[in-house]
């Protein structure tokens, strides 16, 4: 995947709508993958996401950011819905296991259910930590690895937009 | 004992001003005698397996012929870049040769062991997908000759590709094009897709050694473009890696895990090429967990020698499923190659008087080898077997690198005011370089002297504008400032913005001073 690829993925978010990467005219995507019951990667995540949109300011707006679900079978479009209820700037997506593995391939990101007896339903999804922008066509423009801090985040996200 | 990087520059400052002795010289004449043969001219290079299928096939031995180089370069004679670009690229260009990469053709097809389960059609690009064990060692190599030689000729659009084509079958024939960035980035996008577990050489396999080496292309490239994802994929792959288990219950590095089950394979106790080459290159990234493991295995895997040496006990064959495997590892240079980089400077050269008493080493052409030899034991019951790796690449590694040498190739960005200062930027064959250092006031030290028939030339570059001095033997035969060049001497001539030197065969020390 260059810096110039298109990546497509047509997907279901939280309220039931149909979302494709270029569903935000005008809006970049910032498109992660996680599911409900992780317990330390996603919220840190979500975390680190909304206090970078929130050091963007008004910029802030340019921004859409998508949470695709790696767990089809747990996070159904009602489970994403409360799950991201004080998230209000966060759109979950999920699909059929055919479309979400689809979306994962575009985005290379890596996924695999893994039997764990700690974890609710006895399996946890570690998943890729990656978190990609896209401008309104699709088109990456950048990506974080998981170590950047809300600051880092929020530099390259004011970059995308300048 | 942690190392630091300051820690490590002052190591090297030492071997710096040391630079090479007549069998590390030999070791490097060698390789570019290698590097010099004609197109599929491997005599000498062939090993016991077919088809490229064993670990001292052609793509390990110029990989490890080129990390011996680097090591050479960076350590032992910082200064002498012309020593070394010209073989590095030529063993690059041999590195694209469809007899190097026809192989995966074949092996990607499958029905092997750990993976005639799984449904898979033949492959002929070499690097799109799985076959780490090669495209890893074409990443770091063409992105180690962009970092050491400053030259961007594998950026270009299509420097790296793999071509193949016959007149007698194939069709239309197959041209696969990439260069150093777009490698860097398939390989990138595969790690990530893998989880960081890495990617797989054969298919389902991700061996744990195979998958150190992209790390070390990543970070080549970061210190090019200023990226970051070496740190990324580190942490990510260290990750990993603990989940799975770097180590089994005997303390030995597990082999691989297979892509499909995630069941780990552990090591072959009676080999020593496991240990050894996870060992060595693992160093580089995890070197703690290397020095911890280290006293422990090789004490488990090496016997004595004769004579105070020490060595490997000998390779028995192998039988699978009813098949004699005819296969080498390069056990006793993984060994040896090992040793060299953790610092146990004591095994590894018990292990090299060994190899110089009895695995035959052999002078050509100013080269320095040991031969292949295939029987297992000699007339005393002792290792005899020399595979290619071994005798071509591993242990000329072993030789020329200094302790935690591939370490220093992942931490120690090399300094900017030595890529500034003067250097002997071309080398005829026939010209032997023996030192090669920038000293305190920034000045070229330079031992060097003629092979041949004395008619060979070193050419001093990068000259400093303020002015110069160039003395031999503490004689000015040479000086420069705002004004035309001054020589003084018949053995050197100015060729523009250059000096070019004529060395006579008995060693010489030049030294231009930096005015």
Sequence with gaps: MSSDDTIGFALTDHFGRRVTETSFPGRHSVVFFGFTHCRTVCPRALDRLDAALDLLGEDAAAFQPLYITVDPERDDAARMRAYLDDRPRVLGLTGSPEDLEAARRAFHAFARRKPDPHEPDGYAVPHTALLFVLDDAGRRVAHLGDAATADELADVLRGVVR | ?515
Aim: include cysteine.
């Design chain 2, 1 to 515: 004992m942690t190392l630091t990087v300051a820690e490590f520059a002052d190591r090297v400052e030492g071997y710096r001003r040391e630079g090479v002795d007549a069998l590390q010289l030999g070791h490097i004449r060698h390789i570019d005698n290698l590097s010099r043969r004609l197109p599929n001219d491997w005599s000498g290079m062939d090993s016991r397996s077919n088809g490229q299928d064993d670990f001292a096939s052609l793509r390990y031995q110029l990989a490890y012929a080129a990390f011996a180089l680097a090591v050479a370069h960076r350590y032992r004679l910082p200064a002498a870049p012309g020593v070394f670009k010209g073989t590095f690229d030529r063993l690059i260009q041999k590195m694209l040769l469809p007899e190097v990469w026809m192989y995966w053709r074949d092996t990607s097809s499958g029905n092997a062991v750990f993976n005639a389960h799984l449904p898979m059609e033949s492959e002929w690009d070499p690097v799109r997908r799985d076959n780490i064990m090669y495209s890893a060692y074409v990443q770091v190599m063409s992105l180690l000759y962009a970092y050491l030689f400053e030259d961007d000729r594998y950026a270009r659009p299509g420097a790296l590709s793999f071509e193949h084509w016959s007149f007698s079958w194939g069709g239309e024939g197959h041209r696969f094009e990439y260069d150093q960035d777009s490698l860097n980035e398939l390989i990138y996008w595969k790690m990530i897709e893998s989880g960081f577990i890495g990617v797989a050489c054969e298919p389902n396999c991700v061996f744990q050694i195979c998958n150190q080496i992209p790390l070390l292309g990543f970070r080549l490239h970061d210190l090019l473009t200023g990226g970051r994802r070496a740190e990324e994929v580190e942490r990510g792959y260290r990750k990993a890696w603990d989940d799975f288990g770097r180590v089994d219950a005997q303390g030995r590095y597990n082999l691989l895990v297979l892509e499909d089950s995630k069941q780990l394979l552990t090591n072959d106790a009676s080999e020593v090429w496991g240990d050894a080459w996870a060992g060595t290159v693992l160093n580089m990234l995890n070197r703690d967990l290397v020095r911890e493991r280290y006293p422990e295995q090789i004490r488990a895997l090496l016997i004595g020698g004769p004579d105070d040496t020490l060595t490997i006990r000998p390779l028995s064959p192998t039988s699978l499923f009813g098949h004699s495997l005819f296969e080498d590892h390069g056990d006793f240079g993984w060994a040896a190659a090992w040793a060299a980089e953790v610092g146990d400077s004591a095994t590894r050269d018990r292990l090299l008087r060994y190899a110089d008493a009895r695995l035959a080493p052999t002078w050509s052409d100013g080269g320095l080898f040991y031969p292949r030899h295939d029987a297992s034991t000699d007339a005393d019951g002792f290792h005899r077997l020399v595979d290619p790796l071994t005798g071509n690449a591993l242990l000329a590694f072993a030789r020329l690198d200094i302790p935690d040498g591939l370490w220093g190739l992942y931490h120690l960005p090399i300094e900017p005011e030595l890529r500034r200062s003067p250097a002997l930027v071309e080398v005829d064959p026939d010209v032997a370089v023996t030192r090669a250092f920038i000293g305190e006031e920034g000045e070229l030290s330079a031992t060097v002297s003629a092979t041949g028939r004395g008619s060979g030339r070193a050419r001093i570059g990068r000259l400093p504008r303020n002015g110069w001095v160039l003395e031999r033997g503490g004689r000015i035969v040479a000086r420069s400032s705002e004004s035309t060049p001054d020589v003084l001497d018949p053995a050197v001539g100015v060729d523009g913005p250059e000096l070019i030197v004529q060395p006579r065969t008995a060693e010489e020390g030049y030294v231009l001073h930096v005015q």
